[in-house]
């Protein structure tokens, strides 16, 4: 009665006409808004009782009128220059092609190119849109200069260049057509012998790197993660999470059995030459090892021991489907730096991934001060987690300063 139905079931809308009594309905709504409105116009014009005042106050709507437009122009005018600004600092603008110094392979790859074979029937698409990272507008000379390179060519050896770009968010990268130079991966061992086997130095890619083997490596505190972590013969390497040294180190065992059997695959953020997913994979659980080649070619040996390196930056969305994984550890690496919403990003993409009654372990993770320790406990804590485990424990650096280290073990929450 009255109304407006729109059906779309074979692709045309009517609109079914409104019958006589609800249009004396809408005749009826007019009529009693204009005579609202009308009145309010009255009540206004003549509550003044002196005629004078009435031809003053007329002037002073009309000043206080020009006052409004006025500031609203300023505010509009305010608004579009904060908005130039945000853009210019975020770098928010679409990279300008037009600029001089862009290489021709970045306008190319950037252009939308019509599918060959016009409307695909399944996605509906038409074209093929380039997807590069926003921020490489920031770095667009760095950009334009790992865009140089000759199309079927092989790649300019520059992967130090790639990994800047992407720590400065320039992700994903659009290189695409070169051949990246080939390493002869000769005396691979198979799997699972690989897992503990340290490689030659000859099958890793030491370009940009200060070091050059494992030996130099392996003298080197490369992060809090990877003391030595290359050396997998000696030193403490074979023992981790098996043989504890502190009571902050929980052994993967003990975790696992947290997870009642349920835990087949799992995802490591900060996970060093890949030790935690070699230990995982003689359990028979599956992890991907999150990595950049930071000083070190970690990407190379992990895949080496035969097992999945994600060349990624922890900026960038993780690249799984919600609620996949049964285990999600992190270290000090989950430490981003910077302002607290960078956690909280991270910590939600962590929850996103992670199924319900799947595991959360914070491993070993260094708390710069107490501030830092309440945020991220305050953090965790309204993510509703089941705290399995939470141990904070101290420990005395290189320089005889304590350190404060939190590990945890918390069950993600059924929601509903
Ligand atoms: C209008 O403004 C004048 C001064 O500009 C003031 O004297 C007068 O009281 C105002 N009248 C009203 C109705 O606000
Ligand atoms: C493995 O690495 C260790 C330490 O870096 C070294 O002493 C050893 O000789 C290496 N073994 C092989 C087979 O390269
Ligand atoms: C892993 O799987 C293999 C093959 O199914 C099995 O023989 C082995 O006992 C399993 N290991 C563990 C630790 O469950
Ligand atoms: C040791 O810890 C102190 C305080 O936490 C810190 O300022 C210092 O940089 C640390 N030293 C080393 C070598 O890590």
Redesign the pocket.
Known sequence: MGSVSLKIGDGTARFRRATLWSSAVNLLMLFSVIATNLFALYAFTYS?PKPH?LH??H??IS?ISEQVSLILREIDSSQKRLAQMEKEILGFESIDLSRPNIAHELKIFLQNHPLPLGKDSRSGITEMVASVGHSCEKSVDLLSQYMSYKVNGPCPDDWSLAQKLILRGCEPLPRRRCFAKAIPKVGLYSFPISLWKNVSDKVLSWSGLGCKNLECLNGKKLNKDCVGCFDLANGYENQRYVKARRKNDFLIDDVLALGSGGIRIGFDLGGGSGTFAAIMAERNVTVVTVTLNMDAPFSDFIATRGLFPLYLSLDHRFPFYDNVFDLVRASSGLDVGGRPEKLEFLMFDIDRILRASGLFWLDNYYCVSDEKKRVLTRLIERFGYKKLKWVVGEKVNESGKSEVYLSAVLQKPVRV
């Open positions: 003044s005042l003053d106050s002037k002073n000043l």
